[in-house]
């Protein structure tokens, strides 16, 4: 067998136990979408304390099937992210607010305060994606970039920045608001360069 033989059969072999994680990954959010509706609160949602317990069962999980723990903790922690974001939409009752960008920004923000950086940039990539707003995306391009750098994922963050102050300039007549976010994000910028 050639090494491009190899490779495809290597490659429908991984699309096959892709398709297996997605089917259960959607399974997973039924249940997460059941836990919602049924938490009190957002601070129930977020639950640290269960969040800490999920990373030290699947770690263990991951010793047990010779998988590397640090791998599996990294694809649980994002995956519990965005799922604590799906719930606390659901918590709020069907989605309320995910197609208002100011909440989501708000959002966002109040999860960076309460030290959830990665369901805060979970929210904060989902509001760039959808939300055409120049003052919104500068904003939350600011409270990302910070985000990143204080996870110390520099890269990431200069990528996100960058393209922002590209998308910026651009811009005809910014406002003195978003002349102060551009000026923030130049900021950041000259930080990690």
């Known amino acids: ?5 190899a490779l495809a059969e290597v490659r429908s072999r991984i699309d096959s136990i892709d398709r297996r994680i997605v089917a259960l990954i959607a399974e997973r959010q039924e249940c997460v979408i059941r836990a919602g509706s049924l938490k009190a609160d957002a601070a129930a949602v977020r639950a640290p304390a269960r969040v800490a317990q999920v990373i030290e069962k699947v770690r ?3 010793a047990e099937q010779g998988a590397s723990p640090d791998v599996v903790e990294a694809a649980y922690r994002a995956l519990i992210a965005a799922f604590i974001s799906l719930e606390l939409d659901v918590q709020r009752g069907a989605h309320d607010g995910a197609d208002n960008p100011e909440l ?5 923000l109040s999860s960076a ?5 990665a369901v805060a940039t979970s929210e904060l990539i989902r509001l760039l994606d959808t939300t055409p707003d120049l003052s919104l995306r500068l904003r939350a391009t600011v409270a990302l970039g910070e985000l990143l750098i204080a996870s110390e994922r520099a890269a990431e963050a200069e990528i996100v920045l960058a393209a922002a102050s590209s998308a910026a300039e651009g811009a005809e007549d910014l406002n003195d608001v978003d002349a102060a976010e551009l000026e923030r994000v130049r900021d950041l910028l000259d930080l990690i360069r």
Request: proline share 6%.
């Open 60 to 62: 263990a999980f991951a």
């Open 113 to 117: 305060d309460q030290g959830e950086a």
């Open 104 to 108: 989501l920004l708000q959002r966002a």
């Open 1 to 5: 067998m050639t090494a491009p033989d």
